[in-house]
C-alpha cells in the first residue's frame, strides 16, 4: 500500500547528542512536511519541502534542520536534542497542498 | 490570520449513540477544511476533507462532516459511535492555498459501553 513510513517508531537519544528521524513516501507527493506534537496538543508545523524548495516557520528553533536528498526521502536533523525537544514527530506529505497524508510518527525521548 | 476552535476538549458518548463534534474556524477566503483522528500513540489519519462543491462531505469509517459557511462551521458526525472510534479528533483549516495547515487543539472522544 503506498503510505508514509516514519523510521523508528521510538528513539531515544542523549542530551546534546545529534539524531535524525526519517519519512519515505510511496504517494509520489511533492510536498513534505515535519511537525512536532507535544503531549495533549495539536502538531506544530517545523518546516515543510515544496519540490526542493525549503521552507522554514519563522518560530522553528535552529536546532532544527532538514533534508530531503530526493522526492520520496526527508529527514529531520536535531543537532543538540534538549528536554525541551522530547515530543512525537510527524512527518506528512500532500499533493500540492491538497489535504495532508501522516506517518505514524516518531517518538522522541532525551535522556 | 486564520484560526480553529474545538469548543468541546473532552466528550463521553455511549457506544450506540449518534455523536456530533464541533468546528468553528476564522479564514477570510473559502477554506479548505479537513477532519483528523489519532489514536494513542499513532500519527493522524485524514477522516474527510472539503475544498468546495456538496457541503455535506462523506469520509472514512462512517463519518461525515458538513460545511455551513454562515456559520463559520465545519462539524463533525457519526450516526452510530463504535468503542473502536476512542481517539483523538483534530479539524483543520488549510491556509495560503492549502499549504499549511492549522489545527484546532482536538478533541478527545470517549465511548462507554
Known amino acids: 500500500d503506498a503510505m508514509v513510513i516514519q523510521n523508528p517508531r521510538y528513539q531515544v537519544t542523549q542530551f546534546g547528542k545529534p539524531v535524525t528521524l526519517s519519512c519515505s513516501q510511496t504517494l509520489n507527493h511533492n510536498v513534505m512536511y515535519w511537525y512536532q506534537q507535544k503531549s495533549s496538543q495539536a502538531p506544530k508545523l517545523l518546516f515543510h519541502?515544496?519540490?526542493?524548495?525549503?521552507?522554514n516557520e519563522a518560530d522553528t528553533p535552529d536546532n532544527f534542520q532538514s533534508r530531503r536528498p530526493n522526492t520520496s526521502f526527508c529527514f529531520l536533523d536535531i543537532r543538540s536534542p534538549g528536554l525541551g525537544d522530547a515530543a512525537m514527530y510527524l512527518c506528512?506529505?500532500?499533493?500540492?497542498?491538497?489535504?495532508?497524508?501522516f506517518g505514524a510518527g516518531t517518538r522522541l525521548s532525551v535522556l | 490570520a486564520q484560526s480553529v476552535t474545538q469548543p468541546d476538549i473532552h466528550i463521553t458518548v455511549s457506544e450506540g449513540a449518534s455523536l456530533e463534534l464541533r468546528c468553528n474556524y476564522s479564514y477570510g477566503a473559502t477554506p479548505y477544511l479537513f477532519w483528523y483522528v489519532q489514536s494513542p500513540g499513532q500519527g493522524l489519519q485524514l477522516l474527510l476533507k472539503?475544498?468546495?462543491?456538496?457541503?455535506l462531505v462523506q469520509g472514512i469509517k462512517g463519518f461525515e462532516a458538513e460545511f455551513k459557511r454562515s456559520q463559520s462551521s465545519f462539524n463533525l458526525r457519526k450516526p452510530s459511535v463504535h468503542w473502536s472510534d476512542a481517539a483523538e479528533y483534530f479539524c483543520?483549516?488549510?491556509?495560503?492555498?492549502?499549504?499549511?495547515?492549522?489545527f484546532g487543539a482536538g478533541t478527545i472522544l470517549r465511548v462507554k459501553s
Open positions: 506528512a506529505t500532500s499533493r500540492d497542498f491538497r489535504g495532508q497524508y
Open positions: 483543520a483549516v488549510g491556509a495560503e492555498h492549502g499549504n499549511k495547515l492549522v
Open positions: 472539503y475544498f468546495s462543491g456538496d457541503t
Open positions: 519541502y515544496y519540490d526542493k524548495d525549503f521552507n
